[in-house]
């Protein structure tokens, strides 16, 4: 394996980390925080320090393969995390290591999970932090940097991009990587300015309208205030359910959309699915909770709102679903699992995963009962070939076994089995908030310190899509 | 540039590398899910698994908004149809790889209708390089700049060699038929100047007016052997083109072909050659043949390990017998490069190279004032063809009162269309272009070669 070339590209990662760390920093001096200036400032400096010593390395050969582009990747986000959990420690808002950088974690994988109980209490300067890295989490930080260079000798990026990117099949928008890179965060940064922009016209200050956008891109859902979304404006609730549903769609939709090819975008089974599912899920919940509203119009407005943030994994809360009757709470929890498009900021399994395990099943069966028959799975009119079904199996399989094992290793801190559950479901699909104790009112506050470093590290699983976090902790990648 | 190829094999792969690495957007498009892959993985490219020859599939690819079209499949048929195909999509610019030597005449006749830009032919291209080769056969390696009208070789110092030991100036005074451009020592690349010593093992690389190199090299003192009789192993099409040019030029050919028909195929078009049935790497056909008698020798069958195999049992029979190998399997280079083989040549690379000059051209005069770019040397080095503009630093300065970076050289000035071998007293005229040689990279206009003040 190429260590240095590994160690090299975390060093970039540190140095663009240190980099965003400016902008926190800029807020802290805007509003006179001079505390958290001076822990921005350290917290960058340490980490451009670290990554000068990295990016120094002679490295022998850009050449990169697979496990290196999984190991990096993987190596990077922990790195990233911890890096991005100092100035949380250092301005002594969340004193305990494993608490900031259970948050950070939270922050970067877009789960959008707090392990605090009082967020209002947070200065100006970390409440940016943790919604920027939201922003910068959605889209991936080695796609960022690869817009300005590249970072891999020969198609060693793509190796990156495919860890980095959600989805079963990650591909090109373009042939060039950088180029890809380039249009990604383009149609990603004109999205989020546009609901910017909305989010002041509905009347809201310079601060929400940027932390609020921030969370929505990468379908986050760390609010600024104690209760989420639910105290601002109807205008702001509805614009926030839109943006969430629109960041939930495979970007390749776009890339389309602004080459002209739109219909072809709209005839992309993924993307039908996505809207049909979350249409479904809308209207069920709406019905079951009418009677918990004065009219249908305001159930329906709290049922899209809630299906939205939950299906595109994002976490924002207008209502407290937890006190919803037992159908709509178990139709949210379907809908984390099922999550967003492929190739979106959102997480879960993706839609397109649980399109071709169905189309699979269903395969089976009828193979079940003429053996013989001869069927291949389609997806988007086309072919799926059988290493990616099984891919897509071997997915399954591995994310139901950390569910599994997850769930067994924080039970014991003996809450209750909706709460673990949900907690579980919440973390490892990037989403937040889950039911009972981990309920959009709720947190993970109360978990001991190991049950949070699990928790962080499905976040992680869910986030990087389980293989190269699993790629990095196997002996065998690390063997000469 | 916006490029489609189609054909992910040997040729394809070594187009879409080269031209990935100049920064060009390249879709590939191949049957074989299992070698798009392998291609994907290497090189920063987007790829699509199907026939290149479908509406859908080359629809699906955008191939219509291509500005240059490729089809490298092993398939002439297919190749053609799928250009054409192309074209009616709407593709600016399209190359077919075709090389049955049957359709070589027809192609003239048709190229229009079907709007083809160029077609290659590897195997022609590899005969004519081998043909060069053994016009100068002290060269290892040939390769033609400026629309051919610049030749560069390679050529091993020997410690039979006259320059062997001596200094540049001393070795090449007052010669102004063409210049050292560099020399390869241990690995490394040198551009060297009047008192770089030559070394026994030395690789040195020669820049000359096409067909100026066999003069440079009679100057020098090189004896020139002339090359009459040929032995050829393997009836391949390479070898039939081989074997045509060779005849022209009054030249015996020796032809050892295995298959009884393709050995008579190659007699009824080939009367004047000589054409054995038997097995071209055993020793005792060859022995029958006349290795021993013979020039040079071609190992041109289809197996590169056979090939590596009989040349160097040819040049343990006859030490000054002249060889090419034909290698296809681009990987083998780095591994044969120890084993003091001669001239290699493969086919695939011949094609990269044309097609790459091709998009080049079609580059010319857009942006920085590099007209053209050339990797050379393995990459070691770059070959940058500048034009002079009015306004140089270089313009009308003696050549020797240049201050000139180091690792930077002169290799020749085109000047209305002749080629010139830089003197010192020589000075650059605007509208003349220029080759320069160098192991530094990152020359964006010509000046840049002048030292900083």
């Known amino acids: 394996m190429n260590k240095r070339m590994t160690a090299y590209i975390v060093g970039v990662l540190l140095l663009a980390e240190a980099g965003l760390m400016l902008l926190p920093m800029a807020v802290a001096l805007m509003c006179r925080e001079w505390n958290c200036v001076y822990a921005y400032l350290l917290s960058s400096g340490f980490l451009a320090m670290v990554s000068y010593f990295l990016i120094r390395l002679r490295v022998e050969t850009r050449t990169i393969y697979s496990r290196e582009g999984l190991v ?84 060693g990026d793509i190796h990156l991009m495919r860890s980095e990117s ?45 932390t609020l956008s921030f969370g929505t891109a990468g379908t986050g859902g760390f609010g600024i205030l104690n209760s989420s979304v639910a105290a601002y404006n109807n205008a702001t609730q509805i614009i926030i359910t839109i943006f969430m549903a629109l960041f939930g769609v495979n970007f390749g939709c776009y890339y389309l959309i602004l080459t002209k090819r739109a219909k072809e975008a709209f005839r992309n089974e993924e993307l039908r699915v996505y809207f049909g599912v979350m249409l479904a899920a809308i209207t069920v919940i709406t019905v079951n909770i009418a009677g918990l509203f004065e009219n249908v119009w305001e159930a329906l407005k709290h049922a899209a709102f809630q299906v939205s943030s939950i299906m595109t994994t994002t976490g924002f809360a207008t209502a407290d679903f937890n006190q919803w009757p037992e159908l709509s709470r178990m139709v949210l929890v379907l809908v984390m699992i099922v999550g967003a498009c492929a190739g979106s900021t959102g997480g879960g399994m993706k839609i397109s995963r649980i399109i071709i395990l169905c189309k699979e099943g269903y395969r089976q069966m009828k193979k079940s009962i003429s053996p013989n028959r001869v ?44 709460s673990n559950i949900t907690g579980v479901v919440a973390t490892l699909n990037n989403i937040g908030p889950g039911l009972e104790m981990v309920g959009p009112t709720g947190n993970y506050a109360a978990y001991s310190g190991f049950s949070k470093l699990v928790f962080i590290f499905n976040m992680l699983a869910g986030r990087l899509e389980i293989l190269p976090l699993l790629a990095m902790l196997m002996p065998r990648t690390w063997r000469k | ?182 020399v390869e020592r241990d690995g490394k690349v040198f551009i060297p100047l009047g008192g770089f010593r030559f070394k026994e093992g030395d690789v040195m690389t020669v820049v000359a007016p096409a067909g ?162 050339y990797h050379i040397l393995e990459d070691k080095a770059e070959a940058i063809e500048f034009e002079v503009s009015q306004r140089s630093k270089l313009v009308n300065v003696q050549i020797k009162d240049l201050k000139l970076k180091k690792d930077v050289i002169l290799a020749c000035i085109n000047r209305e269309g002749k080629i010139l071998s830089p003197r010192g007293d020589d000075a650059l005229q605007p509208g003349d272009t220029v080759i320069i040689v160098t192991t530094q990279t990152g020359f964006d206009v010509l000046d840049d070669i002048l030292r900083d003040e």
């Open chain 2, 1 to 182: 540039m916006q490029i489609t190829i189609v054909g992910a094999g040997k040729a394809g792969f070594a187009v879409a590398s080269q031209l990935a690495r100049e920064g060009h957007e390249i879709s590939i498009i191949d049957k074989n899910e299992a070698v798009l892959n392998e291609a994907l993985a290497a090189l920063d490219v987007t790829g699509l698994a199907g026939n290149g020859v479908t509406r859908e599939l080359l629809e699906e690819a955008n191939a219509g908004e291509a500005e240059l079209f490729i089809a490298l499949t092993g398939n002439d048929e297919q190749n053609l149809l799928s250009c054409l195909m192309a074209r009616k999509l709407g593709a600016q610019n399209t190359i077919a790889r075709v090389c049955r030597p049957e359709y070589t005449s027809m192609l003239p006749l048709v190229a229009e209708d079907l709007g083809l830009s160029m077609a290659v032919n590897p195997e022609k291209e590899a005969a004519m390089e081998i043909v060069r080769l053994l016009e100068m056969p002290s060269a290892k390696k040939i390769e033609t700049f400026v629309q051919g009208k610049v030749e560069m070789i390679d050529y091993d110092v020997t410690a039979d060699s006259p320059m062997c030991g001596k200094q540049v100036k001393d070795a090449f005074a007052n010669m102004r038929t063409g210049l050292v451009a560099a």
């Open chain 1, 375 to 418: 069927e291949v799975v389609h997806f988007n009119g086309k072919r799926v070939p059988p290493e990616l079904v099984s891919g897509i199996a071997g997915f399954l399989i591995l994310y139901v076994l950390i569910f599994l094992g997850s769930l067994m290793l924080i039970s014991l801190d003996g809450f209750d089995t909706t």
């Open chain 1, 72 to 155: 990096a990747v993987a190596l990077g986000w922990v790195v990233l995390s911890a890096g991005g959990a100092l100035p949380f420690v250092f301005s002594g808002e969340i004193p305990s290591f494993v608490d900031a950088f259970f948050e950070t974690v939270s922050g970067f994988t877009t789960t959008g999970a707090s392990i605090l109980t009082n967020v209002e209490a947070l200065s100006r300067a970390n409440l940016f932090w943790r919604s920027f890295t939201h922003w910068v989490g959605g889209m991936g930080v080695l796609v960022f940097v690869m817009m300005t260079q590249s970072l891999s000798s020969g198609g």
């Open chain 2, 212 to 373: 100026k190199m066999y003069t440079f090299f009679k100057e020098a003192g090189v004896p020139q052997k002339v090359i009459k009789r040929v032995i050829i192993s393997g009836g391949g099409r390479t070898s039939f083109y081989l074997a045509q040019q060779l005849l022209k030029q009054r030249i015996r050919v020796t032809i050892i072909e295995q298959n009884e028909a393709n050995a008579l195929a190659l007699a009824e078009r080939l009367p004047q050659a000589d054409i054995v049935v038997g097995d071209g790497t055993s020793h005792s056909v060859l022995d029958e043949q006349g290795l021993d008698e013979a020039d040079a020798f071609c190992c041109l069958t289809g197996i590169d390990e056979e090939n590596i195999l009989t040349s160097l049992y040819a040049k343990h029979i006859r030490r000054t017998i002249k060889t090419v190998t034909k290698i296809s399997r681009v990987e083998l280079t780095p591994i044969v490069r120890p084993l003091g083989l001669g001239s290699v040549v493969s086919p695939k690379l011949i094609t990269a190279d044309q097609v790459v000059s091709y998009v080049r051209a079609k580059q010319n005069g857009v942006g920085s004032g590099v007209l053209t770019l």
């Open chain 1, 166 to 210: 959600t989805g079963p099949a990650v591909s090109k928008l373009v042939p060039r990587s950088r180029s890809t890179a380039k249009y990604l965060y383009g149609i990603y940064c004109m999205i989020t300015l546009f609901e910017i922009v909305l989010l002041l016209v509905a009347g809201n200050d310079v601060f929400t309208a940027l």
